[in-house]
């Protein structure tokens, strides 16, 4: 006997429940999706812990007749599709057919509807892909769609969910999500008890934009109006003249909001939402040289164009799309992006490319600073060879100007790595000996030789350079230390210091302050208000999805105050849902050290550089900052001696 065998439609929804059904947040999508499909205008999530428990979505669209009710749990039992034809130009976000099988199979799901075409409607319980009733029920037209017991069936997949917290945080993005794409609908989200999205219909996205993320990041957003062109296709495909129209609606931030992940950029296309690394690199590309890279801008983007131009059918969770024309696609995303920001407010070129992933937008005020520098009459070309010539490392974390060549010959020497500070991973000195013609300044063993940081603690100011970075003789050459970073470190080391000993300096504030958050924000602030409030931010929940702070840490101030916040939430929710309390505290104390620290372009006193020195070589690490960023380089005597042929 043969060994292939057809796989029963139970085992079969089971296999596809693996792709569709990943955690509570894909059955919420699924499920709001056949809503939308349905024409429903309200839209209603119950869930309780994190999903896995519940999951009820209640809608007032189609319904469903009792026949076609029964069918939709049969494995590609789809209304939306009929023929093959159908899959170039879907217009519908479901079509598989796939989604209620595949819940049904691995949880206990029970479907109650009523089309209004029908006198009474339909009562469904399934469990483990079985249906177990099938009775009539009373209720008005539209559907109302309980998952209970979410992978009941499947240990293995039961096991990867993540906490309450992090399945809620991702089912409410979602949610968000589509009451940003819908903004003529209502949506209303309840976890445990308590709500956590309320959105009535509103006339326009703006408005629904207010709604869900508040007046303050409105106000950081670029309306990108609606735009509709016709982009030419390249000259091989088709006549000459041909085009594809598509068109773009939405906001965007102006270049000054630095997110440090992706978390922030919506995308939907034709409606849809989705994931795409096209779209993401054209957005990125948009932002080139105004924003820092590996910081990434707020985007909320609704892209439309012919059905057939996009092939929705790639990936059974239908997050993902192949665009038929790629590249046009992408450029008329990245130069209508780009146009709309330009016109917006004519932006100074900022940094260097290749800055590292995760770093703070508060280390970047160097906007200012790059323009200043460019106008600036450059008396310090010495202070340019110094620095190293761009290794990779460095070439990430250096202002794009002092990476320039210098326009004249300037003696440029073999020490591409000496006036690194000592301590940097990865790093070893080549020293070549030059011949020596004019008779040496110290014999070479007794060149001063940087052996530990006590150098540290003996360097002697000379001064500033361009108001930002402090110049100092020390024994063993000479250092350049960048003011905030090295400020960045010392407040760092004593809000941790003043926190272990309980006696965080605090301000309060004249007039509480108070600050909107989104659904998601609102769960990670609760995960990390404790701790907030024990470094000094006195704060506390103040009616729906919004916080005050009543007092904040000694040297945050302003519009500080909110930006250290906005940043911690969002530190929390890049990577600290599993990160200790250790961790957190000191992502946090990171955050205000930024805040409060002296920034660049500030011309100190000599004897705030003089105490700024000795603090830093009080610290504990006194080379990089708590970012990672390094604070010093130094130039080595040897060097020195090399580059005036002394050695
Ligand atoms: P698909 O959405 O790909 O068609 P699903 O398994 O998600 O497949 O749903 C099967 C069918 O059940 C849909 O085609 C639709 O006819 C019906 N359906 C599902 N949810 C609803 C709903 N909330 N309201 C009305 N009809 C629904
Ligand atoms: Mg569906």
New binding site residues.
Partial sequence: MGRIRVLSDHVANKIAAGEVVERPASVVK??L???L??G?TEFRLDVEAGGRRLIRLS?N????MRD?ALL?FERH????LSDVKDLLSIA??????????SIASVSRLSLE?RSREEQTGTAIEIAGGKILKCEDAALAGG?I?TVRDLFYNVPARKKFLRSDQTEIAHVASLMTHYSLAHHDKSFFLRHNGSDLLDVTPVETLRERVYQVFGSQTLDDLVDLGEQDRAMPLPADEGEPAAARRFRLRGFVSGPHVHKLNRNSIYLFVNGRLIRDRLLLHAISAAYYNIMPAGNYPFALLFIDCDLEEVDVNVHPSKTEVRFRHGSLVHDFVRDTVRDVLMAQRPVSRMISPGQPPGQPATHLPYSEFTQRMENADFGVLAAESMLPSATPADAALLPEFLLRRPPSPVPRFDFSDASIPADMPGVTSTVRAIPDTHGPLFPNSEIPQLDNLDALRDLRPLGQLHDSFIIAAGRDGLWIIDQHVAHERILFEQVLEARRRGKVETQGLLMPMVIQLTAAQQLDYVRIADELNALGFDTEPFGNRTIAVKSAPAGVTGSDVEKVVFEVLEIAEREMRKASLEDQRAAIAASIACRAAIKINMRLEPAKIEWLLRALAATSSPMSCPHGRPIAVRYATRDILKTFHRI
């Fill in positions: 699924e499920l999706e056949n809503s499909d349905a429903a809608d669209g189609t319904g469903m076609d939709a039992a789809t209304s939306k519908t976000l479901g079509f598989r057919g796939e989604a209620l099988p509807t559907t769609i």
